[in-house]
């Protein structure tokens, strides 16, 4: 798309994005506009830096009629105090042309302030999740009219534990409404996330292929399961002269704790761990460890890794597979930098092979793979997720699941899939904690 007057937009918006210097409109923008105008739920996959604030905005702001209306209509959650002030900021600019009323809303400063800003009324409101709940609780922010709700930044959001302020939030909206969320990597959280609470999201993603990856040498390894892929490491690792600077990824915070603990013995002190759960000192003595070659091998979770100044890894090591492809390109990029050849090797079990072919279709490379080694041990171990799941019925119940055609059907208003579709999913999780034996695997090393 060559303008951003291909998009059909109003003249204000026109002549916003002209101030602001911008020609046309970013891969994410074009494709998000249209989906955003039909009012369908959005998944958008993009990073910072894509234009992905204008690319919700945009759709948005184009359908936002003027109004004296005081509760507003549209919600923007983001996970931090900087990202209100900036995403404010940038809402500003947008909307130059425009009577666009826009508030931030964060914790940590005065709360009365707020209140009485959201009293003279308010259109747009950008805030951090806890700040936001809180003065909907108090009834300063009346959510009823709320026709848009934006989730920046999913990935952090959850990797912080604001999954309870979302929660919250979602029981006071209005079930009518369009959600829109953005992530720059697609965690087992946010999947989570979306399932419960999003019905039939469309997927935004702009593919990365072409990326250049003429500097990083790839590989990969069919591994059986998680112990396994801990005494396949442990073995490469032994090689200390090719294994020089090693970042390893893991989708998880409890796996993450989980790898070092398996390989905190042989590798004690040459081994770090960070993710949010832990303390930002913490975090930062980690990194400079490993910064100042203290330290050979980071284990870190994709979404901490992503704010990280880390430089010469020789080897990214992929201890799972990401299921989003994109998630791949992030990991391995943190390698092959300034025109040094980097590392990439990818661990996969069989279960992992639909989301391996799925990297190389985006990348149109296939990853030479190599053999297993024969003399690093196969561990037959198996952790939690690793385990078939068994769903055991409710001895209690009388009534058999199996509901047959003359059950009668919900009514309409009693069916109410959104928001509480997740609801049973986690029960069962929960169940089968208890009853299965505890195991190395097991153990509650961090919280997730
Ligand atoms: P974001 O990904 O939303 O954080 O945006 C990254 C940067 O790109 C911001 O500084 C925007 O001002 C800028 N930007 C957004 N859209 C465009 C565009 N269509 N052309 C040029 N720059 C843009």
């Not at 026109?14 to 494709?31: H, M, R, S, Y």
């Not at 805030?127 to 009346?142: E, K, Q, W």
């Not at 209005?174 to 946010?190: H, L």
């Not at 952790?383 to 019925?393: A, G, S, V």
Request: include cysteine; charged fraction near 25%.
């Amino acid at each position: 798309m060559e303008s951003f007057e291909e998009l059909n937009i109003n003249r204000q918006l026109l002549n916003a994005v002209a101030d602001l210097g911008f020609e046309k409109p970013t891969p994410i923008q074009e494709e998000a506009f249209p989906v955003g105008m039909s009012g369908k739920n959005i998944v958008g996959i993009a990073q910072t830096g894509t234009g992905k604030t204008l690319a919700y905005m945009l759709p948005i702001l184009q359908q936002l009629k003027y109004s004296k209306v005081y509760k507003p209509r549209v919600i923007i959650l983001v996970p931090t105090r900087e990202l209100v002030v900036q995403v404010v900021e940038q809402i500003e600019f947008f909307t130059k042309y425009m009577n666009t009323r826009v508030l931030g809303v964060y914790g940590g400063v005065n709360i009365k302030t707020q209140m009485g800003a959201l009293t003279r009324g308010q259109d747009i409101i950008v805030g951090t999740p806890g700040r936001l709940y809180d003065l909907a609780a108090n009834r300063s922010l009346l959510l009823q009219d709320v026709k848009k709700l934006v989730i920046d930044e999913v990935d952090v959001m959850l990797d912080l534990g604001f999954r309870f302020q979302l929660n919250n939030i979602f029981q006071l909206l209005p079930e009518k409404r369009q959600n829109i969320m953005f992530s720059a990597t697609m965690t087992e959280d946010v999947e989570i996330l979306i399932n419960e609470n999003f019905i039939n999201p469309e997927f935004i993603a702009i593919a990365l292929s072409g990326t250049p990856l003429d500097n990083i040498h790839q590989s990969c390894y069919l591994v059986e399961n998680f112990y396994t892929k801990v005494n396949l490491l442990t073995h490469l690792l032994q090689d200390k002269e090719t294994y020089q600077k090693i970042l390893v990824f893991i989708d998880s915070k409890k796996n993450a704790d989980r790898l070092f603990t398996a390989m905190e013995e042989s590798f004690w002190s040459e081994l770090l761990v960070i993710h949010s759960n832990k303390s930002q000192n913490n975090r930062l003595a980690a990194i400079e460890r490993f910064n100042d070659n203290n330290a050979r091998v980071l284990i870190a979770t994709d979404v901490i890794a992503r704010g990280l100044d880390l430089d010469d890894i020789t080897h990214v090591i992929n201890f799972d597979t990401p299921k989003f492809p994109e998630n791949y390109m992030h990991r391995i990029g943190r390698t092959g930098r300034a025109e040094k050849m980097g590392h990439s090797i990818l661990f996969s079990t069989e279960n992992e092979q639909d989301a391996k072919k799925e990297i190389e279709k985006l990348m149109e490379y296939g990853i030479p793979s190599i053999d297993f080694p024969a003399d690093v041990k196969v561990s037959k171990e198996l952790t939690l997720d690793e385990q078939p799941r068994i769903i055991e019925k409710n001895p209690h119940k009388k009534r058999s699941y199996e509901v047959g055609a003359s059950f009668h059907e919900k009514k309409d208003k009693n069916k109410k899939t959104h928001n509480l579709g997740g609801g049973q999913k986690i029960k069962i999780k929960k169940a089968k904690k208890y009853k299965n034996p505890i195991s190395r695997g097991q153990k509650p090393k961090g919280k997730r």
